[in-house]
């Protein structure tokens, strides 16, 4: 019987830390960036491939990194400390995120809003509407869950948006949802809402910038598809 290649003994090019400091961390698969978090893999093979073993059962990644440390540390090849090192890392990323928008950002890049969306709504078992109140320079003031429902949908009331607008005394909002069904389509629903909230809005000379649906996948934005 073969015995398996370790990782160091694999060409450099293809090790997952060297091509991370190499070419950067958006360069690695799922399975590698998970591989590097688990640092060795089960008896007979290496990391990358109990990696993709876990990924394969237990995933897609998002679905995987939503479970809580005490049932990521059930899992094989995890146990606690590495379940400890993955919920680290997922908070780390929180912070970071949290710690620009305290300094006041300014979200000129509407990726940059959506990846905070997401960040906060992703993976939720119920319906968030969540706004993001800017001030005149687009920076951000405050970050707030005002509306939350079932999974079919949460009740957004334009009047209380645009009251804590008004108290924020901001000039301009975002605003995202997320879709427990994993489906980032936007509904009729979505887009009757958007029209509402940016009517209200112009009443008091507020903007309404973007509309961003978090599910599976990247952030959609409303405002890309025009209807914003």
């Not at 869950?145 to 949908?153: A, C, N, S, V, W």
Request: one cysteine or more; glycine letters at 8%.
């Amino acid at each position: 019987m073969r015995t398996p290649m370790h990782i160091r003994d694999w060409p450099a090019a293809e090790r997952p830390r060297e091509k991370l400091m190499a070419r950067g961390v958006g360069v690695l698969s799922d399975a590698e960036l998970l591989a590097i978090f688990l640092g060795s893999g089960l008896r007979g093979r290496d990391a990358v491939t109990t990696a993709r073993e876990l990924l394969g059962m237990h995933g897609p990644l998002r679905a995987l990194l939503e479970r809580s440390p005490a049932d990521l540390a059930k899992l094989p090849g995890i146990g606690p400390a590495r379940a400890c090192a993955i919920a680290a890392g997922l908070e780390l990323g929180h912070r970071q995120l949290s710690a620009e928008l305290e300094r006041g950002i300014a979200l000129s890049d509407p990726q940059a809003a959506g990846r905070y969306f997401a960040q906060r709504l992703r993976g939720l078992p119920h319906e968030v509407f969540a706004v993001l109140f800017l001030d005149t320079r687009h920076r951000a003031i405050a970050f707030e869950e005002l509306f939350r429902g079932t999974i079919d949908g949460a009740e957004v009331h334009p009047r209380e948006v645009v009251r804590r607008a008004l108290a924020h005394n901001a000039a301009a909002v975002i605003v995202g949802h997320n879709h427990p069904s994993g489906n980032p389509e936007p509904s009729a629903a979505d887009r009757a809402v958007t029209a509402r909230l940016k009517q209200a809005l112009a009443l008091v000379d507020l903007r309404l910038l973007d509309h961003f649906v978090i599910a599976d996948g990247p952030p959609v934005s409303l405002a890309a598809r025009g209807w914003v």
